[in-house]
């Protein structure tokens, strides 16, 4: 109902803040106060531009416009170029690559697939924080582009500048770049464009850049009548230039600001908004403490494993274990911090038969590294090999420019080192489970690996990254990989960098609906010396000590020895699934007996032995007995593939006489 005026709507995950302005708007133009057609309402993706259209027009507000930055921009960029600049409006190129490799190459830098990428998102990062090429060394103190020379790389944003200039095109920056220099040019023009819209709303405003804060100062031309909506607890892009401060500080450039803040979850459980909202303990707090709405759900899981393979397992298992208890596979959601951690869950999903779909994150053995490297790792197996697994696959990866020490800060080349070091530790751990293995036998693995992940679903289980998350919500949410290192990453080294790690956690855990899982591995593989803390950003959610974790408070699930009912807290209890002092629940002789033919089975597909069962299946398996199809199928880690591969050998076991 604060229709006038400067406008500040703080609004916390799952509030329904799209419904909240989408109202405010149409109870405007109901009023007669705003005219449709003087309303610019912006927003930062074509998708949530057509939503918010929709609902106004369900409202009785079609007129409105509902545009993205760059759609607003162009619109007027295009009318008005003739005037101001002159001639037709250059081509808009629908992607920098082949401009800026041909600005490397001008510069002496080495136009790989990778450095390019990462040299066209730091040229965006300074056109969208209004450093021109000349200032980019003194500007750009403190960041990073792989192993280039900051030198270097403004020198290749120079040269990117004028091929631009030559060839007569502009990029997506320009189209913001342009149009505000027109306004700020001509007074006539900016007149015309103020008369025309009269009230603006701006959704998402934590993640607004400098070149999109002037664009809207020049929008407004020195008036008020501004809402912008956002939640500062969700500013996940400062990489790109985005800025907490740009909410935060709303209220400092207008003195008569109304401010609402929007606390009402409808999204979650009470424990997910309670864990939610802990993230945040201890630090500062700049935005709204939530409101649970919803009736009580599952308590949340913190669950440690010892190592990535058997977290994936883990959580497949469990992603199984709700569907049958009715939660779809398009209600789930896997979550992880790089692209590179896709991989194992890639596997343990498609080795359960589990539809699953990756959102911002290509598919493991589809990247362009990783079939580069299979390759020629076909190709060394064809040859004669040496006999020593792991230093033809390090002479394979070298040749390839693979260095043991991974890049400096994230990026493109990052990325693929990441990619690159999983198929390292892939060998490590085949190596590990036969000693005699050869070239030819990993690649085999590999490719079974690729094809048990080759169908993704668009009605499955979704993978994505935490970035890729945002603005998404599921039923059940697997946040994965919380552990040091990784959340926050290695390379976020200063307060503000961990701020932003411990913001891009609570994007993930307010994703979820009813079910949150929160996992970590405390090695990277079974065999690994250097263990593994959790994050830092669960020391508020898990309870401070042993004690207060068998205590099991009501909102937080632990877990736990079967036999004695204490709380595992280390990785081996965990692994061994009870305490060690604590008698086994199910029968040694038939575990034995089922270990000694899945070593069989393992060895002659030539794959690692918890790719036909984990030791915890067999466990279950050896404690129930089951005498038939059904009750084998009931038990986690069996899914219907591996029944109909393996479930008449299980049985046989099974019923073969102590």
Request: glycine share 8%; with cysteine.
């Amino acid at each position: 109902m604060a229709l006038k005026g400067p406008v500040a709507v703080i609004a916390g995950a799952g509030t329904g803040k799209t419904r909240a302005i989408t109202h405010r708007i149409a109870y405007g133009v109901d009023t007669g106060l705003y005219k449709p057609q003087e309303v610019l309402a912006v927003t930062f993706t074509t998708r949530a531009a057509g939503e918010m259209r929709g609902r106004l027009s369900q409202l009785g507000a079609p007129g409105v416009q509902a545009r993205t930055f760059h759609s607003a921009a162009l619109r007027q960029l295009r009318y008005f170029w003739p005037q101001y600049y002159g001639g037709d409006l250059p081509e808009i190129i629908s992607s920098k690559f082949a401009l800026v490799a041909g600005a490397a190459r001008r510069v002496g830098v080495r136009p790989d697939n990778a450095i390019v990428r990462d040299l066209a998102s730091e040229i965006e990062w300074a056109k969208v924080s209004n450093v021109v090429p000349d200032e980019y060394t003194r500007r750009a103190a403190g960041r990073s582009v792989g192993d280039l020379d900051l030198g270097d790389v403004g020198a290749a944003f120079r040269a990117y500048e004028d091929i631009k200039r030559e060839q007569r095109k502009i990029d997506f920056e320009d189209i913001l770049l342009f149009t505000a220099g027109m306004l700020d040019g001509d007074e006539r023009i900016a007149a015309q464009v103020r008369s025309q819209y009269r009230w603006f709303v701006v959704d998402e405003f934590q993640d607004v850049n400098p070149l999109q804060s002037t664009l809207l100062d020049l929008w407004l031309g020195g008036r008020s009548d501004v809402c912008v909506v956002g939640d500062p607890y969700q500013t996940i892009y400062t990489f790109a230039g985005a800025s907490p401060a740009a909410l935060r500080t709303f209220a400092n450039r207008f003195d008569d600001a109304t401010r609402v803040e929007l606390v009402r979850n409808y999204r979650s459980s009470p424990q997910i908004v309670a864990a939610a909202n802990a993230v945040f303990s201890g630090s500062q707090r700049t935005g709204v403490t939530l409101q649970p709405q919803n009736p009580a759900g599952d308590p949340v899981d913190y669950t440690g494993y010892a190592d990535e393979a058997s977290m994936a397992e883990a959580v497949a298992d469990e992603i199984v274990a709700l569907n049958r208890r009715g939660v779809p596979y398009r209600e789930s959601a896997v979550l992880f911090r790089i692209n590179a951690q896709s991989e194992a869950f890639e596997e343990a999903l498609g080795s359960r038969g589990v539809p699953f779909m990756l959102r911002g994150v290509e598919g493991f053995f589809q990247r362009a590294e990783v079939r580069q490297a299979v390759t020629l790792l076909r190709g060394a197996a064809a040859a004669a090999e040496s006999g020593d697994l792991m230093g033809d696959v390090r002479a394979v990866l070298s040749g390839m420019g693979h260095p043991d020490e991974a890049p400096k800060g994230t990026g493109a080349a990052r990325d693929r080192w990441e990619s690159l070091h999983a198929l390292t530790t892939m060998a490590a751990d085949f190596v590990e489970a036969d000693p005699n293995a050869t070239v030819a036998s990993l690649v085999a693995d590999l490719e079974r690996r690729a094809e048990a992940a080759h169908a993704p679903t668009a009605d499955g289980v979704t993978l994505a990254t935490f970035h890729s998350a945002k603005g998404l919500e599921w039923d059940a949410v697997f946040c994965t990989g919380l552990h040091e290192g990784m959340l926050p990453i290695v390379h976020a080294q200063t307060p503000e960098a961990i701020e932003e790690e411990r913001r891009l956690f609570y994007v993930g855990v307010t994703r979820a609906r009813r079910h949150l899982y929160l996992t970590w591995a405390t090695a990277r593989t079974a065999t690994a010396r250097t263990k593994r803390s959790p994050t830092r950003f669960l020391d508020p959610l898990l309870p401070a000590n042993h004690a207060a974790r068998a205590s099991r408070s009501s909102d937080r699930k632990v877990r736990t020895c079967p036999v004695c009912g204490q709380v595992l807290a280390t990785a081996a209890d965990r692994k061994r699934g009870r305490c060690a002092d604590c008698p086994v629940t199910y029968d040694e002789g038939l575990y034995e007996r089922l270990r000694t033919w899945r070593t069989e089975i393992a060895s002659d597909r030539k794959v690692p032995a918890y790719v036909v069962f984990n030791d915890n299946t067999l466990k279950l398996i050896a404690e129930v007995k089951p005498s038939d199809a059904p009750a084998l199928l009931r038990i986690s880690g069996v899914g219907r593939r591996k029944l109909e591969e393996f479930g008449e050998s299980v049985l046989a076991i099974v019923g073969e006489p102590g």
